[in-house]
Antibody, heavy 111, light 106 residues
Framework: QVQLKESGPGLVQPSQTLSLTCTVS????????VSWVRQPPGKGLEWMGV???????AYNSLLKSRLSISRDISKSQVFLKMNSLQTEDTATYYC?????WGQGVMVTVSS | DIQMTQSPSFLSASVGDRVTINCKAS??????LNWYQQKLGEAPKRLIY???NLQTGIPSRFSGSGSGTDYTLTISSLQPEDFATYFC????????FGGGTKLELK
């Protein structure tokens, strides 16, 4: 069945780079695009960016300068890298196919 | 970028009530509008896609409507398991979420 699972560090220091992996199963990354979405504690959802089926990407204009999304089709993985992290980047980060979502990974930015 | 204004932010209702939640886009989104339900500590779950298409397995008390810039989620008769937070998502141009509606028990 369709599954997405995020993995990555739970704690990142300010000014450092966040690296997250989304491992998918039950579908191909060449058939479905995958987005990254984040949610600060107690707040709403923010769309971060997407990797389309052809491998091109699109980003939230507010995050574009700090964000990179890529993939490894052979491993069924999508990657998120975001640099210059600040405390306001503390959030649960989800990867999503829009109809299916991962469980999310909580990332805290703190020294 | 397209902005999505969702209202109300909070809604108090009782079991059996009919409720509506609205999303207004800053420009025409051509019915590319999804609705999600999120319960505390869980990932969002898609209820409706492309304005009025019910996701498989979602009860028929949920329905969606709208066009152009204005869209509505309707729950015809609230059940205890429906008390949650609801979000809209436009996917006409990139993606933008609405701010959310927390539906609480009156």
């Amino acid at each position: 069945q369709v599954q997405l699972k995020e993995s990555g560090p739970g704690l990142v220091q300010p000014s450092q780079t966040l690296s997250l992996t989304c491992t998918v199963s039950g579908f191909s990354l060449t058939s479905y695009h995958v987005s990254w979405v984040r949610q600060p504690p107690g707040k709403g959802l923010e769309w971060m960016g997407v990797i389309w089926t052809g491998g091109s990407t699109a980003y939230n204009s507010l995050l574009k300068s700090r964000l990179s999304i890529s993939r490894d089709i052979s491993k069924s993985q999508v990657f998120l890298k975001m640099n210059s992290l600040q405390t306001e980047d503390t959030a649960t980060y989800y990867c999503a196919r829009e109809d299916y979502w991962g469980q999310g990974v909580m990332v805290t930015v703190s020294s | 970028d397209i902005q999505m204004t969702q209202s109300p932010s909070f809604l108090s209702a009782s079991v059996g009530d009919r409720v509506t939640i609205n999303c207004k886009a800053s420009q025409n989104i051509n019915k590319y509008l999804n609705w999600y339900q999120q319960k505390l500590g869980e990932a969002p779950k898609r209820l409706i896609y492309n304005t009025n298409n019910l996701q498989t397995g979602i009860p028929s008390r949920f329905s969606g409507s709208g066009s152009g810039t204005d869209y509505t989620l309707t729950i015809s008769s609230l059940q205890p398991e429906d008390f949650a937070t609801y979000f809209c998502l436009q996917h006409n141009s990139f993606r933008t979420f609405g701010g959310g509606t927390k539906l609480e028990l009156k």
